[in-house]
């Protein structure tokens, strides 16, 4: 199983960007499916998950209204949408996967690699 993180760059505050979670090894959409962030000096923070067999999807209160987290089954796919992007939204941003619904990292394993979003004028 390899998750890899993808669509990270520079963009201006209120700008957006779109991370893709690629996968190898694993159908996504027999998974719960998270996206995690770690800025510098803190820990591991859950964004959002989207639950498996179109169940509910989650969010951290930081990001309602400005993240959505679509899955794309036939690419094998999650992505996670960032609009209204805050300096406080920089940070290494990861996918992982669980077999709950959940925004605790305890929860989540077959981390891939981080991409990294910074929001910076």
């Known amino acids: 199983v390899q998750l890899q993180a993808s669509g990270g760059g520079l963009v201006q505050p209120g700008g957006s960007l779109r991370l893709s979670c690629a996968a190898s090894?694993?159908?996504?959409?027999?998974?719960?499916v998270g996206w995690f962030r770690q800025a510098p000096g803190k820990s591991r923070e859950g964004v959002s998950c989207i639950s498996s067999d179109d169940g509910p999807t989650y969010y951290a209160d930081s990001v309602k209204g400005r993240f959505t987290i679509p899955r794309d089954d036939d690419k094998n796919t999650v992505y996670l949408n960032m609009s209204s992007l805050e300096p406080e939204d920089t940070a290494v941003y990861y996918c992982?996967?669980?077999?709950?619904?959940?925004?605790?990292?305890?929860?989540?394993?077959?981390w891939g690699p981080g991409t990294q979003v910074t929001v910076s004028s």
């Open positions: 090894g694993v159908i996504l959409e027999k998974y719960h």
């Open positions: 992982a996967l669980s077999w709950i619904g959940s925004l605790k990292a305890f929860d989540f394993y077959s």
